[in-house]
């Protein structure tokens, strides 16, 4: 195996790992998370839980995409989401800090994705 799919298997089980656990957190109801689509969204409870709750299915299907076939337009979807759930923090009234210690969580996405080739 050449360097390029060494550091491609890399990525796939890193971005894999972060929306698998971020999946299963989110399939339990991670209070945190619920409160914030409560807050900005102004939904009730039952309905930001079952909002997390979706994400939480959607995340992991991302997560097993990635691991057997990445696709690239969902890498960008990737990307995209990681960095909103990590601007999301410092919006939140968490710390800027809590926003920079995760870049990985857009960045890896965001490099796979380059590293793919078009097909």
């Not at 409870?45 to 299915?57: D, K, S, Y």
């Amino acid at each position: 195996m050449n360097k390029e799919k060494i550091m491609q298997w890399i990525l796939r089980i890193a971005v894999a790992g972060e929306f698998m656990g971020h999946g299963a957190l989110a399939l339990g109801g991670k209070a945190d998370w619920v409160g914030w689509v409560e807050k900005l969204s102004g939904f009730s409870q039952p309905t930001a839980l079952n909002i997390i709750l979706a994400i939480g299915v959607v995340d992991i299907i991302l997560a097993l995409i990635v691991l057997f076939r990445p696709v690239r337009p969902l890498l960008l979807w990737m990307a995209f989401w990681g960095f909103f759930t990590a601007i999301l923090r410092p919006i939140v009234g968490q710390s800027v800090w809590d926003f920079i210690e995760r870049f990985a969580n857009w960045g890896a996405p965001l490099t796979l994705f380059y590293l793919l080739k078009k097909e």
